[in-house]
Protein backbone atom coordinates (compact mmCIF):
# COMPACT_ATOMS: atom_id res chain seq x y z
CA UNK A 1 0.00 0.00 0.00
CA UNK A 2 2.59 2.23 0.68
CA UNK A 3 4.24 2.13 -2.69
CA UNK A 4 1.10 3.13 -4.75
CA UNK A 5 0.63 6.25 -2.59
CA UNK A 6 3.98 7.28 -3.58
CA UNK A 7 3.58 6.42 -6.88
CA UNK A 8 0.26 8.22 -6.92
CA UNK A 9 2.09 11.41 -5.15
CA UNK A 10 5.16 11.08 -8.15
CA UNK A 11 2.58 10.92 -10.91
CA UNK A 12 0.64 14.02 -9.55
CA UNK A 13 4.10 16.15 -8.92
CA UNK A 14 5.14 14.93 -12.59
CA UNK A 15 1.31 16.33 -14.22
CA UNK A 16 1.98 19.54 -11.94
CA UNK A 17 5.24 20.21 -13.73
CA UNK A 18 4.13 19.16 -16.74
CA UNK A 19 1.20 22.14 -16.43
CA UNK A 20 2.94 24.69 -15.29
CA UNK A 21 5.55 24.90 -17.61
CA UNK A 22 3.21 24.33 -20.57
CA UNK A 23 1.61 27.80 -18.55
CA UNK A 24 4.86 29.55 -19.08
CA UNK A 25 5.10 28.72 -22.54
CA UNK A 26 1.92 30.21 -22.72
CA UNK A 27 2.16 32.93 -21.26
CA UNK A 28 5.82 33.61 -22.92
CA UNK A 29 4.39 33.05 -26.54
CA UNK A 30 2.34 36.76 -26.02
CA UNK A 31 6.31 38.56 -26.36
CA UNK A 32 6.99 36.34 -29.23
CA UNK A 33 4.10 37.09 -31.63
CA UNK A 34 4.67 39.86 -33.58
CA UNK A 35 3.11 43.09 -32.83
CA UNK A 36 0.08 44.23 -34.95
CA UNK A 37 0.45 47.28 -36.76
CA UNK A 38 -2.85 47.26 -38.18
CA UNK A 39 -6.19 48.33 -36.91
CA UNK A 40 -9.56 48.54 -38.26
CA UNK A 41 -12.42 51.55 -38.73
CA UNK A 42 -15.88 50.23 -39.00
CA UNK A 43 -18.35 53.20 -40.11
CA UNK A 44 -22.53 52.94 -39.70
CA UNK A 45 -23.85 55.26 -41.74
CA UNK A 46 -27.59 56.01 -41.23
CA UNK A 47 -30.32 58.54 -42.06
CA UNK A 48 -30.21 61.96 -39.36
CA UNK A 49 -33.73 61.15 -37.19
CA UNK A 50 -34.02 57.34 -38.14
CA UNK A 51 -32.47 54.00 -37.81
CA UNK A 52 -32.70 53.52 -41.47
CA UNK A 53 -29.54 52.70 -43.28
CA UNK A 54 -28.45 55.39 -46.45
CA UNK A 55 -28.48 53.17 -49.84
CA UNK A 56 -25.74 54.56 -52.02
CA UNK A 57 -23.74 55.91 -49.56
CA UNK A 58 -19.84 55.91 -50.63
CA UNK A 59 -17.34 56.53 -47.84
CA UNK A 60 -13.55 58.01 -48.67
CA UNK A 61 -10.78 57.09 -46.05
CA UNK A 62 -8.21 59.88 -46.57
CA UNK A 63 -5.07 60.95 -45.69
CA UNK A 64 -4.70 64.30 -42.90
CA UNK A 65 -2.86 65.74 -46.60
CA UNK A 66 -6.39 64.53 -48.66
CA UNK A 67 -4.72 61.45 -50.20
CA UNK A 68 -7.18 59.05 -50.93
CA UNK A 69 -6.63 55.68 -49.13
CA UNK A 70 -9.46 53.30 -50.29
CA UNK A 71 -13.43 53.88 -50.97
CA UNK A 72 -15.66 51.89 -49.35
CA UNK A 73 -19.41 51.13 -49.79
CA UNK A 74 -21.41 50.29 -47.19
CA UNK A 75 -23.26 47.27 -46.61
CA UNK A 76 -27.27 46.78 -46.45
CA UNK A 77 -27.19 47.36 -42.97
CA UNK A 78 -25.11 50.72 -43.33
CA UNK A 79 -22.00 49.11 -42.02
CA UNK A 80 -18.57 49.10 -43.71
CA UNK A 81 -14.79 47.95 -42.13
CA UNK A 82 -11.30 48.66 -43.71
CA UNK A 83 -8.25 47.94 -41.83
CA UNK A 84 -5.83 50.04 -42.18
CA UNK A 85 -2.32 51.31 -41.23
CA UNK A 86 -2.01 52.84 -37.39
CA UNK A 87 -2.40 56.52 -37.63
CA UNK A 88 -4.86 59.74 -38.43
CA UNK A 89 -7.42 59.71 -41.08
CA UNK A 90 -10.08 61.65 -42.46
CA UNK A 91 -13.70 60.05 -43.67
CA UNK A 92 -15.55 61.51 -46.11
CA UNK A 93 -19.25 60.11 -46.29
CA UNK A 94 -21.20 61.13 -49.40
CA UNK A 95 -24.71 60.26 -50.87
CA UNK A 96 -27.29 61.10 -52.98
CA UNK A 97 -29.97 63.51 -51.43
CA UNK A 98 -27.81 64.04 -48.18
CA UNK A 99 -25.13 66.35 -47.46
CA UNK A 100 -21.81 64.99 -46.95
CA UNK A 101 -20.05 64.89 -43.42
CA UNK A 102 -16.55 64.38 -42.61
CA UNK A 103 -14.86 62.95 -39.67
CA UNK A 104 -11.57 62.54 -38.24
CA UNK A 105 -10.28 59.35 -36.44
CA UNK A 106 -7.30 57.68 -35.04
CA UNK A 107 -6.27 54.12 -35.66
CA UNK A 108 -4.78 52.44 -32.97
CA UNK A 109 -3.01 49.23 -34.08
CA UNK A 110 -4.80 45.94 -33.12
CA UNK A 111 -7.92 47.97 -32.09
CA UNK A 112 -11.44 48.99 -33.93
CA UNK A 113 -12.65 52.04 -34.11
CA UNK A 114 -16.12 52.82 -35.04
CA UNK A 115 -17.71 55.74 -36.42
CA UNK A 116 -21.49 56.58 -36.76
CA UNK A 117 -22.81 59.18 -39.75
CA UNK A 118 -26.11 60.38 -39.02
CA UNK A 119 -26.92 61.87 -42.56
CA UNK A 120 -29.42 64.86 -43.49
CA UNK A 121 -31.55 65.16 -45.87
CA UNK A 122 -30.52 67.82 -48.65
CA UNK A 123 -32.62 70.80 -48.79
CA UNK A 124 -32.96 72.42 -52.15
CA UNK A 125 -33.32 75.83 -52.09
CA UNK A 126 -37.08 77.02 -53.32
CA UNK A 127 -36.94 77.81 -57.11
CA UNK A 128 -38.20 81.39 -58.15
CA UNK A 129 -41.12 81.57 -60.00
CA UNK A 130 -41.17 81.63 -63.52
CA UNK A 131 -40.73 84.90 -64.74
CA UNK A 132 -39.91 86.52 -61.92
CA UNK A 133 -36.50 86.60 -60.19
CA UNK A 134 -35.98 85.94 -56.72
CA UNK A 135 -35.38 89.01 -54.43
CA UNK A 136 -32.90 88.10 -51.82
CA UNK A 137 -34.15 91.75 -49.59
CA UNK A 138 -37.91 90.29 -49.90
CA UNK A 139 -38.26 88.35 -46.65
CA UNK A 140 -36.81 91.23 -44.60
CA UNK A 141 -39.57 93.59 -46.24
CA UNK A 142 -42.03 91.36 -45.42
CA UNK A 143 -41.07 91.54 -41.91
CA UNK A 144 -40.59 95.13 -41.64
CA UNK A 145 -44.53 95.90 -43.24
CA UNK A 146 -45.52 93.43 -40.93
CA UNK A 147 -44.22 95.28 -37.66
CA UNK A 148 -45.21 98.48 -38.98
CA UNK A 149 -49.02 97.38 -39.00
CA UNK A 150 -49.00 95.77 -35.45
CA UNK A 151 -47.54 99.05 -34.51
CA UNK A 152 -49.88 101.32 -36.37
CA UNK A 153 -52.97 99.15 -34.95
CA UNK A 154 -51.55 99.68 -31.48
CA UNK A 155 -51.71 103.18 -31.88
CA UNK A 156 -48.05 104.04 -32.20
Known amino acids: MRGS ?10 LAGISSIAGA ?15 EIVTVVRAAGSDQPVSGATVEVLTPANALVATLTPAPDGQARQALKEGLYRLR ?6 DAQAR ?14 AL ?4 DPPAPT ?3 KADPAAPVAKTV ?3 RRFFR ?4
Do not use: C, D, N
Open 130 to 132: AGR
Open 153 to 156: RLGF
Open 120 to 123: AQHV
Open 5 to 14: VSSIQSLVGI
Open 25 to 39: VYSAMQYVKPVPTVG
Open 93 to 98: VTAPRF
Open 104 to 117: AVEVQAGASAEIRF
Open 145 to 147: SAT
